[in-house]
């Protein structure tokens, strides 16, 4: 069965940097694109990027361009997001989800908190 | 980038129907047909209900149904039941900057 477990979150302060990972089973990684999804405490869902099956196409959210970084690795089956320049509102679970046809995502992870405080 | 609008709070009786709007612009909701529904348990991730407005994956009852009309698209729950209390998002792909945008949320309680 399809599995996505996320880690790597965990409490930076201000202007630090984190990286997420996201290990993927249960299905053929390389055929498929990823997003990056994450939900403030309390809060909506916020989409935060994508990234192509072979990596050569990569969207993000104009809040965390510049600073984010997706990328994966097919032959570890896994998913990153280098987060650098944290600010307090980058708190939040960053979920990883498969994404199916056209822009919906058919399978998440259980999520990541990040937490950004000094 | 604005958030697609949808109620705050939606609530119905077991055996009813309610239906939740997703409300955007041309350049979103209004302009392609990549909406999405997910259902959202307190403490779980979101589950993919509908998507590409009216399609359901696999597994998800054909209770759930979708449709758009304009810049509106809408999910409607029929034969509610208590196990559909949860909070219901939509999203789209937008031709702005940021490709996908969602919505804020509805929470539905079933009385």
């Known amino acids: 069965q399809v599995q996505l477990v996320e880690s790597g979150g965990g409490l930076v302060k201000p202007g630090g940097s984190l990286r997420l990972s996201c290990a993927a089973s249960?299905?053929?990684?390389?055929?498929?694109?990823m997003s990056w999804i994450r939900q403030a405490p309390g809060k909506g869902l916020e989409w935060v990027s994508y990234?192509?099956?072979?990596?050569?196409?990569?969207y993000y959210a104009d809040s965390v361009k510049g600073r984010f970084t997706i990328s994966r690795d097919n032959a570890k089956n896994s998913l990153y997001l280098q987060m650098n320049s944290l600010r307090g509102e980058d708190t939040a679970v960053y979920y990883c989800a498969r994404q199916k046809s056209g822009w919906a995502n058919d399978y998440w992870g259980q999520g990541t908190l990040v937490t950004v405080s000094s | 980038q604005s958030a697609l609008t949808q109620p705050a709070s939606v609530s119905g009786s077991p055996g009813q129907s309610i239906t939740i709007s997703c409300t955007g612009t041309s350049s979103d909701v209004g302009g392609y047909n990549y909406v999405s529904w997910y259902q959202q348990h307190p403490g779980k991730a979101p589950k993919l209900m509908i998507y590409d407005v009216s399609n359901r994956p696999s597994g998800v009852s054909n209770r759930f149904s979708g449709s758009k009309s304009g810049n509106t698209a809408s999910l409607t729950i029929s034969g509610l039941q208590a196990e559909d209390e949860a909070n219901y998002y939509c999203n789209s792909y937008t031709s702005s900057s940021t490709p996908v945008v969602f919505g804020g949320g509805t929470k539905l309680t079933v009385l």
């Open positions: 249960g299905f053929t990684f390389s055929d498929h694109y």
């Open positions: 990234i192509s099956s072979s990596g050569s196409t990569i």
